[in-house]
């Protein structure tokens, strides 16, 4: 592993904590099929080694998080008891990492933020309204603030 600042190696620390409680759950769920978790395991283990072993120039927390966005957002989006055990995990070892409804957030602020939340509100907006957690109506809110954001971000992301 490169040598990172006392900063990053804690936060690095703590997300191959979060990725092997991942691979605890999967390996463990009894409603996901081995070939999705065989899929996840190995993009888990792949979002790692990019963690672990940066490039110079992306050796950066902003990295991480996107590193970290990649492995989060399918914990983040899903629900049952898969999910529910990941996050008990994550809190009962006291990890800084909190569960949250971006959807939720983006409603209520009636704005996306940054490129990372624009990603999981286009990923999971679809189905989010099949799944029935948000209405027809929040689905076409969050449209237009997809397109507001990309408006006013263009050339930027």
Not at 6 to 18: A, D, G, M, P, T
Not at 35 to 46: A, G, P, T
Not at 80 to 104: M, P, Q, V
Request: charged share 30%; no cysteine; aromatic share 8%.
């Amino acid at each position: 592993m490169a040598q990172f600042s006392k900063k990053y190696s804690e936060k690095l620390s703590e997300f191959l904590q979060v990725i092997e409680i991942a691979k605890q759950i999967l390996q463990q769920s009894k409603t996901v099929s081995d070939e999705r978790k065989d899929l996840h395991i190995k993009h888990m283990e792949q979002m790692k080694q990019l963690a672990e072993n940066p490039q110079k120039e992306t050796a950066n927390f902003r990295s991480l998080a996107y590193i970290e966005e990649a492995i989060l957002t399918y914990w983040m989006e899903g629900y049952g008891t898969d999910f529910d055990a990941f996050w008990s995990e994550i809190s009962t070892r006291g990890l800084g990492y909190k569960r949250k409804n971006i959807l939720r957030d983006v409603l209520q602020r009636k704005r996306i933020k940054n490129d990372m939340e624009l990603n999981i509100v286009i990923d999971s907006l679809i189905p989010a309204q099949q799944e029935g957690k948000i209405t027809s109506d929040e689905a076409l809110a969050l449209s237009q603030y997809i397109s507001d954001f990309e408006k006013k971000n263009t050339g930027k992301i």
